[in-house]
């Protein structure tokens, strides 16, 4: 499975991105997605998920302002991320499971700061 994240950049507090990640190789539909993050000097931790079944899962300090969806038709995963905290910059890794394994993509950069 190959992970292609998209979307990443600066931001000012209070401001709105939306990422994106293309999967390929593999029957998408039948795959569990996620975005984690890792922060400088910080371990990496989990954002969203979502089920094969557009089952979804946030990580607390997201709730309420993070949204992740599923296009099965073009095999995209997103990640609507609106109000955004300083303490949101990170780079955010895309993330798929299917029966075989799991898979990462090379993540993208995001910055929140004034």
């Known amino acids: 499975v190959q992970l292609q994240a998209s979307g990443g950049g600066l931001v000012q507090p209070g401001g709105s991105l939306r990422l994106s990640c293309a999967a390929s190789?593999?029957?998408?539909?039948?795959?569990?997605m996620g975005w984690y993050r890792q922060a400088p000097g910080k371990q990496r931790e989990l954002v969203a998920t979502?089920?094969?079944?557009?089952?979804?899962n946030y990580a607390d300090s997201v709730k309420g302002r993070f949204t992740i969806s599923r296009d099965n038709a073009k095999n995209t995963v997103y990640l609507q991320m609106n109000s955004l905290k300083p303490e949101d910059t990170a780079v955010y890794y895309c993330?798929?499971?299917?029966?075989?394994?799991?898979?990462w993509g090379q993540g993208t950069q995001v910055t929140v700061s004034s």
């Open positions: 190789g593999s029957i998408f539909s039948r795959n569990d």
């Open positions: 979502i089920t094969s079944g557009s089952s979804t």
């Open positions: 993330y798929a499971k299917d029966p075989y394994g799991s898979y």
